[in-house]
């Protein structure tokens, strides 16, 4: 017989302009909030992205963190559970948009060939914070020129689109429940949904390309597989390394 697991209640603390929703959430975690606690905002102004960056979050975008259990299999903190996170993403924007998007390894959510939704994940004691934002409404002009051309939302306007709550409510109950009893098929779903494999990459690592190559495969514990020109595989396991597709 299955043994599903409950999923944790979820409260969810809607702020109007907050500077992180990672930063609230991790603040809130430290004090003891407990993991099914969910910030989110309409918008940012030191949001948060991988790598140190910033995140831009203009109003439009929908700004969440989750608090979520530390996972057993890993000790990396939310390596697999960012890839997980982004089925979460990818499915709830079918549910909810009836739009199809893939995943660019690790976590981030492509639209129309553009990142549509970002991913993060930090440590606090032994719970992750996970951070999603997506440009759900965000008009383009409210992007840097540096992002015009790699940035896309959901919709162009925000007239008759499903209401920002609804995309929460059916993104933390589809994450929480992968995340308690994650189905067979999630894994398969994530590499299925992989907009890099069999394409040319190169390999980047604190903002420096340090290798080519052609992605071509994703292993059971989310790892990129990278073969160059001679035929030398590079494994990649880190949220430290990022690629791009290279035209070369
Ligand atoms: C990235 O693509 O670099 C990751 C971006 C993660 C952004 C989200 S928005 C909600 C949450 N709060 C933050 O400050 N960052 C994450």
Known sequence: MENR???????????????????ILMDLAANGSPVGTVVCARRQYQ???????????PEGGIYTSFLLPMPEYRSEPGFCLTAMASVAVKRTIIQVCRKKCGIKWVN??????????????????????????????????EFPEELQEIAVSLYEDAKGVPPMEDFVRMLANNLYELCYNPDENWLDEYKGSSTILGNKVQIIQAGEVTGTGTAVSIDDLCRLHVVDENGEETVLSTGEVSVRKSND
């Not at 949001?47 to 979050?57: N, P, T």
Request: hydrophobic letters at 35%.
């Open 47 to 57: 949001g948060r992205g991988r790598l140190g960056r910033s995140f831009c979050s």
């Open 5 to 23: 697991r409950a999923i944790p209640e979820i409260n969810i603390l809607s702020y109007v302009c907050v500077d992180s929703t990672n930063r």
């Open 108 to 141: 981030d959510v492509i639209y129309n060939d553009r990142k549509v939704c970002g991913i993060l994940a930090q440590a606090v004691g032994d719970k992750v914070v996970m951070g999603i934002g997506v440009n759900y409404t965000t008009p383009m002009s």
